[in-house]
Antibody
Framework: EVQLVESGGGLVQPGRSLRLSCAAS????????MHWVRQTPGKGLEWVSG????????GYADSVKGRFTISRDNAKNSLYLQMNSLRAEDTALYYC??????????WGQGTLVTVSS | EIVLTQSPATLSLSPGERATLSCRAS??????LAWYQQKAGQAPRLLIY???NRATGIPARFSGSGSGTDFTLTISSLEPEDFAVYYC????????FGGGTKVEIK
């Protein structure tokens, strides 16, 4: 059974940093690209960042470029999102998702990030 | 960036009725279009990928069609558990989502 479990969310002050993790199991992690997608409470889905299987192709939404860094450790079956210079508008539920070609076929339950003073 | 526009924003229907949801892309996404269902308090669930392929375990009442810029998700006969928000997603290079259509009980 595919499982994606996010962790690392919490309350953080503007300008500070947070590192999210996603622990993957139930599939061959290093065969697939992975993504972070966020959702503001009551709003729609926003793609944040993606990384291919061997980390040589990485992308970011314009809204986070230069502040967030995605990475993965295939030996640990884990995906990460380092978030620096956090802003109030980064407040959201952050999902980790597994890629299936052009779609995202499995999602975690999300970890909540709240940026507030 | 390719923009996806979903319509209508809200669809009010009764159980047993047919639901037709639209997703229009600002430029061609070929067949790289997926549909997701999201219920309150839950993560999105993949329904359809590559425009018309049902994901694993998705009931046959869900079907997708279209290519290029115009796509449709059809639910042939609404079950009580189908009332939810539906998103389309394209991946020209990276995934981008439409704004969603809420299917609510009339």
């Amino acid at each position: 059974e595919v499982q994606l479990v996010e962790s690392g969310g919490g309350l953080v002050q503007p300008g500070r940093s947070l590192r999210l993790s996603c622990a993957a199991s139930g599939f061959t992690f290093d065969d697939y690209a992975m993504h972070w997608v966020r959702q503001t409470p009551g709003k729609g889905l926003e793609w944040v960042s993606g990384i291919n299987w061997n980390s040589d192709t990485i992308g970011y939404a314009d809204s986070v470029k230069g502040r967030f860094t995605i990475s993965r450790d295939n030996a640990k079956n884990s995906l990460y999102l380092q978030m620096n210079s956090l802003r109030a508008e980064d407040t959201a539920l952050y999902y980790c998702a597994k890629a299936l070609g052009s779609a995202l076929d499995y999602w975690g339950q999300g970890t909540l990030v709240t940026v507030s003073s | 960036e390719i923009v996806l526009t979903q319509s209508p924003a809200t669809l009010s229907l009764s159980p047993g009725e047919r639901a037709t949801l639209s997703c229009r892309a600002s430029q061609s996404v070929y067949s790289y279009l997926a549909w997701y269902q999201q219920k309150a308090g839950q993560a999105p669930r993949l329904l359809i990928y590559d425009a018309s392929n049902r994901a694993t375990g998705i009931p046959a009442r869900f079907s997708g069609s279209g290519s290029g810029t115009d796509f449709t998700l059809t639910i042939s006969s609404l079950e009580p558990e189908d009332f939810a928000v539906y998103y389309c997603q394209q991946r020209s290079k990276w995934p981008y989502f439409g704004g969603g259509t809420k299917v609510e009980i009339k």
